[in-house]
């Protein structure tokens, strides 16, 4: 059953950091109350098999190339994609009682969420044709923002997963926002993860996560992520790198919805811009 997030008893924010081996790594696994995320990291020729159980997952190419077989027969291929940098992602929607049997034909790297699912869905693939993609903000807090398994292209009980490319030395996530409570017609509650890659080794980003109660920041380096259940958390690439950011959502809702620091809404008004977290 999921977790009322609005219900949970103590705020959950942070950075997970983990060594990435072959096969899958647990990245953020326990440390919110619905959502979770790893990835499957395959050599070419390499093989895995994904039971979902009693969860819902979404699952994103990063890079490489591989099969998808699911056990309702959907047989699909993923890629090829050689960075996420510059290429729309082939992603899946799986829904709860099945099993996804993976073999890459490339050095491959996935990077996948789930969350609890109570009503089985319809199985989704994505190709780069099914990904909505647009400009957020402007001047050095402007991004590419992709819909990747959206709630007008998918089925699920409360996942979505988005990309977000970062140009160097922008800004992500600005004006800040929040979507920790249920507030009809200007937020709705979700658990976040972002989780990141830099188009080279030398990059790294920050992201600050605060509201009246919490201020704390981090840096974030490739195969980092951020969690949060509450709170504003914008984000920075550094210079001289570009800057990779999946988004995870988990909730009741299955929208994006949220409302803005009201100390950062100029950013807007100085633009005549709407607020983009608001559809």
Same mark, same amino acid.
């Given at each position: ?6 219900? &949970? ?26 959502? &979770? ?162 188009? &080279? ?6 992201? &600050? ?71």
């Amino acid at each position: 059953m999921p977790v009322d997030i609005e219900e &949970r008893s103590m705020v959950s924010c942070g950075r997970a950091r983990k060594e990435v081996t072959q096969g899958w790594t647990p990245i953020v696994d326990g440390e919110l109350a619905n959502l &979770r995320m790893g990835v499957l990291n395959l050599a070419a020729g390499g093989d895995y098999s994904l039971a979902t159980g009693e969860s819902e997952y979404a699952i994103v190419l990063v890079e490489g190339e591989l099969s998808a077989k699911l056990a309702d027969g959907t047989d699909a291929v993923l890629g090829p994609r050689s960075n996420p940098f510059e290429e729309l992602p082939h992603a899946l929607s799986v829904s709860r009682d099945e099993t996804v049997t993976f073999r890459a034909s490339l050095d491959s790297f996935l990077a996948i969420g789930s969350a609890p699912a109570e009503v089985k869905k319809a199985n989704t693939v994505i190709t780069p044709a099914d990904v909505q993609s647009d400009i957020r903000g402007a001047d050095n807090w402007s991004r590419e923002v992709r819909k990747v398994c959206w709630s007008d292209n998918t089925e699920g009980n409360l996942l979505l997963a988005g990309e977000t490319v970062v140009q160097s030395g922008n800004w992500a996530t600005i004006p800040p926002h929040r979507h920790q409570y249920d507030r009809p017609g200007e937020e709705v509650p979700y658990e976040e993860i972002y989780f990141f890659r830099f188009s &080279r080794s030398e990059g790294y980003g920050l992201i &600050r996560q605060f509201d009246d109660e919490m201020d704390q920041a981090f840096t974030l380096k490739t195969n980092d992520a951020a969690y949060m259940d509450s709170g504003y958390h914008p984000v920075v690439c550094s210079p001289g790198s570009m800057m990779y950011q999946l988004t995870l959502m988990a909730g009741p809702h299955r929208i994006s919805k949220a409302s803005l620091h009201p100390d950062y809404e100029y950013l807007l008004d100085e633009k005549a811009m709407e607020n983009q977290y608001r559809p």
